[in-house]
Each structure stands twice: as structure tokens, then as C-alpha cells.
């Protein structure tokens, strides 16, 4: 089974290809606004130094995180699921980043809209969530989640918010699904935007 994982949530451009949750090739690239560009390039590069030209199942980042991303992740995903006929599931980037951590709990924010921080708690064995995802702004997420490390790249302002703490900003690499338990790996290829539209309907 060869499974083509692509994460565009955040600043990072990250894909790889796995063989029965061996990394076969990957590619991790901190892009920006990029996505769009240096996606598929990426793609054709992992598959090419797989020596395969498609895979038998897509994962993907649902999100949280960038709107523009995790749009241009999904459309690929969809695209090459469609394209190869293969089952096309989601993952979520706040799960991505608690995995190999070596603290028993933690915590991973990311940068959100409108200064807010999307963040969520883990238990590390088993990997599970111990809290719902939530976005708030930095002073709401520290009164929020306990003294764990923080990783993301909303750590630094959720721990300046608390005053005490260790922040890593680190981003979501495709490479680490291989860690994910199946459970979080089954999520509908639909986006998690973590937070309500601006736009309302009008009444």
C-alpha cells in the first residue's frame, strides 16, 4: 500500500510517500503563500523517487490553519483521489504536531484569524485528544490549557500570553503521519476551518 500525504495547513509545503507506513520519499518546504506553485512539483518529485506513478490511497491535512492552504491541499487531494480512483481521508494538523513528542500531555497551537490561535490538548500514549479544538486569542488560549510544552507556530504567543512555558514553533510534516494512530488518520477529506465565517447571511 502506497499512500501520498499532502500537508499545506501552514507556512510549510510538506508531501511524502509511504509504503506500509515506511517513508519512501518526502519533501518539506517552508513556502509562505507558495502552496499553489510548489504542490504538485513536489508531488511528481516523491512519486518519481518512489519509481511509482500513482498511489493506492490519498491523506491529507484538513486543517486547521491557513484558509488559502488547506483549500489547495484538499483540491489536490480530491483531484488525484478522483484521478486514480483511490479512497481520499483527512487528518488534522493540530493532531500532526502532537505526534513523537516525549511529554505524556502537550499542547499545539497554530496561528489563526484575526489574532486568534487555534490550539487543542493531547495525551501522548495513546495519541488522543484530550480537549475540542478551539480558537481564541492568546490571553483566552493560556487561561485555557495547563503548563505543557506548546509546539505550532501559535506556541510563542500562547506562551507569552501564559508569561512561563516552553514554546517550539514548529510546523506539521507530512512525514510524521506515519505515527498517527488509524483513528485520527480516518477524517472526511472536508476542511476544518476551526472557527465561524466573518461573512453572515443575510437575515
Known sequence: MNTLVIETATAACSVALLHDDVVIAARHE?????????LVPMI?????????????SVLVDCGPGSFTG???GLAAARGFGLAWKV????????ALLAVGREADTV???LTGGHGELFFQRFARSPLEPLTELASRPPDAAAAATPDDIVYGS????????????????AYPCAADVRY??????QLPPTPIYGRAPDAKVPA
Open 30 to 38: 517552508v513556502v509562505g503563500r507558495g502552496h499553489a506553485e510548489r
Open 44 to 56: 511528481a518529485e516523491v512519486l518519481a523517487e518512489g519509481g511509482v506513478t500513482q498511489a493506492t
Open 70 to 72: 488547506i483549500r489547495v
Open 87 to 94: 479512497p481520499v481521508t483527512g487528518f488534522s494538523s493540530l
Open 107 to 109: 499542547t499545539t497551537a
Open 154 to 169: 501559535g506556541a510563542e504567543a500562547l506562551v507569552a500570553a501564559r508569561g512561563w512555558g516552553i514554546a517550539d514553533p
Open 180 to 185: 498517527l494512530p488509524e483513528a485520527l488518520r
